[in-house]
């Protein structure tokens, strides 16, 4: 049995932070429900998928509630969107149907028994527990989940390496053919610890995560990872895979460098992309002597070409790669300018920030 009286707004913050893993078609029905009960003098709001699980809390410091009941997340998500802001929900069950009542609406829902509803528990294994600014982690993650595979048959590429390493928190995301790597200072010295959290994870987290320097603990085990923050505990299994080893791909000898204005740079590549090959997305990069050309041809025998003027004396260079990797590195780091380091037409490029030796963006060429 579970009844709650509360503001619209107090229920509805809480139940958002959870429903984004939610499966709407799940072999599991109760999987597709939320399981809500009182904890502590606070109003529990859980979701899994069995591979994730997220629990955030609703503050009732004008309402009450006690028990435990689960509900189609969906469903009360919509409703509770649908009624005015600050309106009084009163929500009742009673024989595994619940009553949810706002003004003069209501709603008669189906309950499934809160008992049957699964969790993640913590492992029993030794964890490694660290402390950062949301903003710095979510920061992390904004520079290399885009390098993520998606839908691979390698499964550990599809999500994103996190490795705590004495007083250095690495992040690492490649999908074979372009790697994102970037890393901060720990406050704390830790033991050495790698996991590879799931794509899903890393989704989530960087919606939820705020740019705030308010704190996130995370807790680190061999098989699990768990994120606390703001009412907020997200648990994630870890995916069970070896990463590649990274720091062979980044290149360290390159002589061939230039410096661009990342905007410039960006919109440079826009432009030219408008007339790429849609399936193979190829891009020219062509260096002589001061100068930087950017080309893009089609099956339709139809041409772009950008020219940007750079400072470089050294041999002229013509290589290839995929646009959609450059364009995603651009519009995912912060700063005014990069460098980007070659060495020749079939070895990887190296886009870095000047004054930030703490990204590195890896592209492999391609045959154009």
Known sequence: MLTIKASRDALLKPLQSVTGIVERRHTLPILSNVLIETKNNQLSFLATDLEIQIEALADLSNGTASGALTLSAKKLQDILRAIPNNEEV????????????????????????????????????????????????????????????????????????????????????????????AATTLESLNAKLDVILPRKTITELSKLLEDTDN??????????????????????????????????????????????????????????????????????????KDNLSIICTNNEQEEAEEQLPVEYTAEALDIGFNITYLLDVLNHVEGNEVEIALGDPNSSALITIPGHGDFKYVVMPMRI
């Open 90 to 181: 009163t929500i009742e069950e009673k024989e595994n149907r619940v009553t949810v009542k706002a003004g003069k609406s209501r709603f008669n829902l189906q309950a499934l028994p809160s008992a049957d509803f699964p969790r993640l528990t913590a492992g029993e294994a030794e964890s490694i527990k660290i402390e950062i600014p949301q903003k710095t982690l979510k920061e992390l993650f904004s520079l290399v989940q885009f390098a993520m595979a998606v839908q691979d048959i390698r499964y550990y590429l599809n999500g994103l390496l996190l490795s705590i390493d004495g007083s250095t928190l690495r992040v690492v995301a490649t999908d074979g053919h372009r790697l994102s790597y």
């Open 215 to 288: 704190p996130v603990v995370v807790e680190i085990r061999e098989n699990q990872a768990t994120f606390s923050f703001a009412g907020i505990v997200l648990v994630s299994k870890v995916v069970d895979g070896k990463f590649p080893d990274y720091t062979k791909v980044i290149p360290t000898n390159y002589v061939k460098r230039i410096k661009l204005d990342r905007l410039t740079l960006l919109q440079a590549l826009q432009r030219a992309s408008i007339l790429s090959n849609e399936k193979i997305r190829g891009v020219r990069v062509v260096l002589t």
